[in-house]
Structures are given as C-alpha cells and as structure tokens.
C-alpha cells in the first residue's frame, strides 16, 4: 500500500500565473480524497491527469475563498460530464447552504446526489470510516472556523509465512487468528510461537493536513497518533513572525517546531505569502529544526510507502 | 484612437487545461471592460499583463457559471490587494445578491465600493454612457435571460486644418463650431466651406459582444449601428445544427451569417465546444460566409484603428 499526496496548488490568498490556492488530492489504500479546492482546481487536476471519476470525496478547511472557490466550478463540471455516481463533501455546515445557493444562481440542476456531511469545527471528529482507513477532523487556530485532517490506514494483519502452513500442518482456517498474533499448537500439544509463523505487519501509514493556522503546541493531543507524513502551512518566514501571529498564520520554523511536537516522520510545508518568489529561505528556516521537511511545489507528489521512504516526483 | 479586444478565455462550458472559459477585456477609447469572468479570469489577466488597477467596470452576460464564476474570487483578490477605488459590475439582477451571500460565506467585507447595475434582459437599454463613449446591452436569446453588449465611440469632431487659422484668420473661440461643420464667413463676407477648414473625423468604432445565443435574424434591430467589430460565439460547427438549436447556441457558419446582417465589418468567432481539439473547420465554415472572419484564441488581442484596419496580436 502506499500513501499519496499530489500538490495540485500551495500559494496563499492571491493566486498568481502558475501558482494556484491550495487544494491536494490525497490517496490512501486506494481511497481518494480531494483536500480542499481553491480556484482553478479542475484545470489542476486536468494538469497533473487525475480522471474526475476519480472525485469521491471533497474536504474543505474552510471558508476563506482560497480554499473552497473551485468548489462549485468542479461540481458543475462533473454535471456537465454526466457523473452519476455521488460526491461527498465534508465542510463547515454554512459550506451547504452556499453550495445549492451558487448552483441556485448559476441555473444547475446536479444530476448527481451530493452528500453533505458537515464537520465538527471545535473537537476532533471522526468524518470517514471503512474497513482500511479512518479520517478524523480536528480544529486548528485561524482567524475564522478550520479544521486540519488525520487520514491514517488502520493497523494491518501480520503476514503469514506460506512455508509454516506445510511445516506444522496447519489448517486453512486457522491462518486468520495467526495473522492477529496467535501462537499456534500442533496436535502433539507444541506451541509454535507467532513470529515463527508470521512477519511483522505492513506498516499503517498516516498523513495529516493542517492549513490555515498559527502554531498549535498542544496538537499532538488532537490527533490520534503521530503522523508519519504532515504538511503544514508556512505562509511566512521567522522574521514575519508578528505577522504571521496578527494573521494567524505559522512561519516556516514553527512549522518545523510543530512537526517535531507531533513526532512526524516527514514534514512538507506550504501556503506561502505572494512575498516569496522562491522558497529555499523557508525550507532551510524549517530544515534548521526539522531537517526531513520538503517544499510543497505544485505538481510535485510525495509518495510514503513506509514510515521512513519518502519519494518525491517532481511534476513537469 | 483604438479599440481593443483581449481573448482571456474563449472556451464553452468546460475548462480544459488551456482552454479558459469566457472572458475579454474591451479597451474603447481608454475606458477599459471586463466582459464576462469565467473561473480562473483572474490568473488569465495576469498571464495578458493586464494591471488589476485597469478593472473599473465588469459587464456579465448571463448566470451560467462559465460565464461568471470567476467574479468573486477577483473580487477577493482586489480587496486583499487593498484596492481602494469603486468597482461597477452590470449583470443580471439576481447576481447581486449571489456575489454579496457569497462574500459572505467567505467571510470576505470588501474595503472597496462595489456598484451594482441590474442589466435589463429584456429590452436593448443603455448602461454606461460618458463623453466619448456609450455602451448597450441588448437581449440575446439562450436558455436563459442572457444580454450582448454594444460598445459604441461617440461621433468624434472633424479635425480643423491648422494652415487655414492664418489663411482666413479665423479667432481661435471659432474653431469649436468649424469642427462641428460650421462653415466659415471671413470679415469681406466670403464664405469659406467647411471641407476647406477640415478633414473627416476619425472613425467612431464599435464592438458587439454576443454570447451565448442561438443566431437572432432580428439582431440588427436590436444595435444602435452596425459593429465594425463582431464577437459571436460558434459553439458547433454545422454538421451539429441540430444540437445548436437544442442548446440555444449557434454554428460557425450561423455566426457568419449573422455578422453578413448586422453589416459587421469583421467577426471574431469563439466560445467553442470542448469537442473541437482546433478551430480550422469552424474558420473555414464561417469563411466561407464571412471572409473576414477570426478566431478568438487565448491570449489574443485584436485592434481596430479604423472600421478596415483589423491588427491581431498573437500572444505567446
């Protein structure tokens, strides 16, 4: 299994020729996952060949509109191309409302069911749940209601060592309590240990998205576990400090000082001030603390295929 | 003088990467319009190096959301560019309170004033109106209320030859009058014909903007004057007749039947289907029509220095 996150845009507020508001399309067992959807959206996901079947599940932050205004622009998109299947959105509960409004306005009908599930903007939620992942939401600290996500596959059986089947005569049925950690005795009463009989489980990757926030030292608390991969926003450097404060924005270095609280494996930050044409001086600020963090650029794909192998590819 | 017209976006209702939505910006007699404002207009003004400070009056043709989804995030922008001069928008009544639930939504108060003119969907009707020029929209006929715009120079004066000041010794306080047609009565009584004192005005240019509509035979009735300069959209080629009328849009070669009756001096044809992967036979259709028919590509500009001299700039 892998853990997939494709930055389809990390700019902050105002949009500018080749840097788009933030949105990610994030993928976990082979679950997909739109993370918030600025303006001009669809046409990155065109760009970077994500197929809009492929749309399932939308989670918006919140309501500022560098985060959400692409939103209705790709629902009457998927209209257009006559989607069929449903789409969820989890977003702040206004967020519904604003949606039939815009669509109201704009004369279109979905053809499709649209299914709203509004997020808990004070305390950590669970918003998604099947038998491979769960996603929680939690609240982070800006100058209006947001909320970050924890998307974290759930623990994996142990694998089973095919040759133990022969070796001590073990029945078919008996492989599911062994790949939960169960010894296993053979008819002559031995106990065959389980790690003689397995391999350790594949490692349950976890990713979590916070953006827009000042630093939340208290973080950990919120989520669930450490996250193995975490993006950060990190609109400003240390020396805008009072800015980012006045804002409620984070630097790069408490991006970094956040990534290590949290105990993440792999920090990538994001949402940069229009103020920064390139962004190594934030990436070293950050690396100074936290030296695994990397640079949200558009197009690039981080691929975490266990706790310690990050990929990057670069998009062109 | 010179008017102007900027391809931002060109494409029907589906973004494509490329291949923006509706949106022009109309420079006549150095008053600048925003004509319609489909998702992404803002970056696509960057990408044409069009100063945000140029945008003083946004006109939108009809709700469908190509057309306008991309008005309030510039709006946003220019609030947090901290804009400070008045913005006018005319559209259709209902978009008003649409862009101030959605302001709302995003939390966003603009710093700026923002100018609503209801447009009349019904009748043609003048809507903005200074000493040089005049602009009209008039009802198109789509599946829903949706308006053109006619924008008109004002007759100009004719120009007074500067020799003839000495030669008939004529007071300066005069002047105003001779370059209205007055002709001129010397102290002996002679009388001096006007064409002896001046050359013809300059051209008073003009520019129709039509989209989306099915072709309006009547169209004529409906302008002030024939255009010099046509926009009208050619959603499908001829062979998809059918669908056009469906759809209330037009062919390529109904585009060019309609510039023949409003007497248009050129067409620019656009606002075609995401099925067209180039435009040659949609040219070549209306062409065949139309000789001096174009095609509204992207980063485009066309310039008129008279109602013959048609300039296109290609962008890069």
Redesign the interface.
């Known amino acids: 299994m892998e853990l997939k996150v494709q930055i389809l845009g990390s700019s902050s ?5 080749g840097r ?1 508001p933030t949105a990610q399309f994030v993928t976990i067992a082979s679950r997909h996952f739109l993370v918030d959807c600025g ?2 959206t ?2 990155q996901l ?2 970077n060949r994500i197929g809009f079947s492929r749309i399932e599940h939308i989670l918006i932050s919140h ?3 560098d985060h ?3 939103l ?2 790709l629902l ?2 998927l209209h ?2 006559d989607r069929q299947k449903e789409v969820h959105i989890y977003g702040p509960p ?2 519904e409302k ?1 949606i039939y ?2 669509l109201a ?4 009908k979905l053809r499709y069911p649209l299914v709203f599930h509004p997020l808990n903007m004070k305390e950590p939620d669970l918003v998604y749940e099947d038998k491979g992942i769960k996603v929680h939401s939690f609240p982070l600290k800006h ?2 209601p947001c909320c970050g996500f924890f998307f974290q596959e759930k623990p994996k059986p142990r694998k089973f060592i095919k040759e133990a089947l022969a070796k001590y005569s073990i029945p078919n049925a008996e492989i599911r309590q062994i790949k939960q950690g169960a010894d296993w005795e053979d008819e002559n009463g031995n106990i065959v240990p389980n790690h003689e009989l397995t391999t350790d489980a594949p490692a349950s990757l976890s990713y979590a998205f916070c953006t827009d926030t000042k630093p939340i030292k208290q973080l950990r608390k919120l989520l669930p576990d450490a996250p193995d991969l975490l993006y950060h926003e990190a609109t400003f450097s240390e020396d805008l400090k009072d800015r980012a404060k006045q804002t409620k924005h984070s630097t790069a270095k408490q991006a970094a000082e956040i990534a290590q609280l949290v105990e993440a494996k792999h920090l990538i930050i994001g949402h940069f001030s229009v103020r920064y044409d390139e962004f190594d001086e934030l990436l070293q600020e950050a690396k100074a603390v936290f030296p695994k963090t990397h640079i949200a650029v558009e197009k690039t794909t981080f691929k975490l295929q266990s706790s310690e192998k990050l990929l990057i590819e670069l998009g062109s």
Chains 1, 2 share one sequence.
């Open positions: 507020a105002i949009p500018l020729s788009n303006e001009g669809q046409i065109r760009r309501l500022h509109g959400f205004y692409g209705v622009p009457s998109t257009l191309l206004e967020l604003g409004d815009l306005l704009s004369h279109a100058s209006l």
